[in-house]
C-alpha cells in the first residue's frame, strides 16, 4: 500500500473513530436498535440483556466496514452464568497497524425481581496509533437497565463513559459519553419490532428502528433503519443445534456497504 493510500486511511479512522463500537450480525441487521434487547450480543449493547442468560455461551464477530479491511472490527465474547448473577469479559479491535482501537469489558448483570435487570461493565479502552500522535487509553464504565412492565413490552437504557473518562490534557479530550433509551415490543412469537434513540453529548441524535421476523424456528429475517447518517440495514440469522450464525449488510449515504458476520456457540 502507498504512502498516500496509508495516509487517506489514517485520517478516515481518525475522523470516525469516535463513531466505532463493536457490533454483531444480529443487531446491526436490525438497525442497531437493541437497547432493549436481552441475549448474548447484550455483552456489546446494553449489558442488562445478559442477566436472562442461564447456560455460558460464547461468540465471535466480524465486522467489514466500507469494503476495507483496515477499518475492520473483531470481537468475542464469553458470558458466564452464576446464583448471584451473570458475568461476561468481551474485547474488540478495530483499525490497522497505523491506528486501531482496543476495548477490554468486564461486566455483571443480574435481575431484580421479574420486571428489572441491570448491569455494570468497566472498560479499558486503548488507541494504538503512529509515533505522529502517540497511543493513548483510559478506564471507563458502563450502566444499563432493562424493564419489562407488561407483557411483550420491553424498555431499556444504556449509558456510557457517564464520568466522560479523559484520553489526553490536549485540548482536554475525552472518550465520548453516549446515552440510548429504546423499547421494543414482541407483537406475536414471529415478530419483534424495536425503537430507539441514541446521543453522543458531542454530535446529533440518532433514531434507530428495527424488524425482526422468525418464519420458522430456526430462522430469523430483519431489517433497519438510522438517522445521522441515513442508513438502511438487512440481516438473516440461522441456528442449527448450539449454533447460531447471523449476518448482515448496511449501506451509507456517500460510503460503500458494510457488512457482518458473527457465531455463537452455547455450552451444554
Given at each position: 500500500?502507498?504512502?498516500?493510500?496509508?495516509g487517506i486511511?489514517?485520517?478516515l479512522?481518525l475522523?470516525l473513530?469516535?463513531?466505532?463500537?463493536?457490533q454483531n450480525g444480529?443487531y446491526?441487521?436490525?438497525?442497531?436498535?437493541?437497547?432493549m434487547l436481552s441475549d448474548?450480543w447484550?455483552a456489546f449493547?446494553?449489558q442488562a440483556?445478559?442477566?436472562?442468560?442461564?447456560i455460558?455461551?460464547?461468540?465471535?464477530?466480524?465486522?467489514?466496514?466500507?469494503?476495507m479491511?483496515?477499518?475492520?472490527?473483531?470481537?468475542?465474547?464469553y458470558?458466564l452464568?452464576t446464583q448471584?448473577?451473570n458475568?461476561?469479559?468481551s474485547?474488540?479491535?478495530?483499525g490497522?497497524?497505523?491506528?486501531s482501537?482496543?476495548?477490554?469489558?468486564v461486566?455483571?448483570?443480574r435481575n431484580f425481581g421479574?420486571?428489572w435487570?441491570?448491569?455494570?461493565?468497566f472498560?479499558?479502552?486503548f488507541?494504538?496509533?503512529?509515533d505522529?500522535y502517540?497511543?493513548?487509553?483510559?478506564f471507563?464504565f458502563?450502566?444499563?437497565?432493562?424493564?419489562?412492565p407488561?407483557?411483550?413490552?420491553?424498555?431499556?437504557a444504556h449509558l456510557?463513559?457517564?464520568?466522560?473518562?479523559?484520553l489526553?490534557?490536549y485540548?482536554?479530550?475525552?472518550?465520548?459519553?453516549?446515552?440510548r433509551?429504546g423499547?421494543?415490543?414482541q407483537?406475536?412469537?414471529?415478530?419483534?419490532v424495536?425503537l430507539?434513540?441514541?446521543?453522543d453529548?458531542?454530535?446529533?441524535?440518532?433514531v434507530k428502528?428495527?424488524?425482526?421476523?422468525q418464519p420458522?424456528t430456526?430462522?430469523?429475517l430483519?431489517?433497519?433503519?438510522l438517522?445521522?447518517?441515513n442508513?438502511f440495514?438487512?440481516?438473516?440469522g440461522?441456528k442449527?443445534?448450539?449454533?447460531?450464525?447471523?449476518?448482515?449488510?448496511v449501506t451509507?449515504?456517500?460510503l460503500?456497504i458494510?457488512?457482518?458476520?458473527s457465531?455463537?456457540?452455547t455450552?451444554?
Amino acid at each position: 500500500m502507498n504512502r498516500k493510500a496509508v495516509g487517506i486511511l489514517l485520517i478516515l479512522s481518525l475522523a470516525l473513530h469516535q463513531l466505532i463500537k463493536a457490533q454483531n450480525g444480529r443487531y446491526s441487521g436490525m438497525g442497531d436498535a437493541s437497547v432493549m434487547l436481552s441475549d448474548f450480543w447484550s455483552a456489546f449493547g446494553n449489558q442488562a440483556g445478559l442477566a436472562n442468560i442461564t447456560i455460558p455461551e460464547a461468540g465471535i464477530c466480524y465486522y467489514n466496514q466500507y469494503l476495507m479491511w483496515e477499518t475492520g472490527t473483531q470481537t468475542g465474547a464469553y458470558v458466564l452464568p452464576t446464583q448471584s448473577g451473570n458475568f461476561a469479559a468481551s474485547f474488540s479491535h478495530y483499525g490497522f497497524s497505523l491506528y486501531s482501537e482496543n476495548n477490554i469489558g468486564v461486566a455483571f448483570a443480574r435481575n431484580f425481581g421479574s420486571m428489572w435487570s441491570a448491569s455494570l461493565q468497566f472498560d479499558y479502552l486503548f488507541y494504538n496509533q503512529s509515533d505522529d500522535y502517540g497511543n493513548q487509553g483510559a478506564f471507563l464504565f458502563e450502566l444499563g437497565i432493562i424493564t419489562k412492565p407488561i407483557e411483550n413490552l420491553s424498555i431499556g437504557a444504556h449509558l456510557y463513559n457517564p464520568a466522560r473518562a479523559k484520553l489526553s490534557d490536549y485540548q482536554n479530550e475525552r472518550v465520548p459519553t453516549v446515552m440510548r433509551f429504546g423499547l421494543g415490543y414482541q407483537f406475536d412469537e414471529w415478530v419483534l419490532v424495536t425503537l430507539e434513540t441514541e446521543k453522543d453529548l458531542e454530535q446529533k441524535a440518532r433514531v434507530k428502528c428495527g424488524l425482526e421476523y422468525q418464519p420458522v424456528t430456526s430462522l430469523f429475517l430483519r431489517a433497519g433503519l438510522l438517522t445521522q447518517p441515513n442508513q438502511f440495514s438487512l440481516g438473516m440469522g440461522y441456528k442449527i443445534q448450539n449454533f447460531t450464525t447471523d449476518f448482515s449488510f448496511v449501506t451509507h449515504e456517500s460510503l460503500p456497504i458494510s457488512s457482518q458476520l458473527s457465531f455463537k456457540y452455547t455450552f451444554n
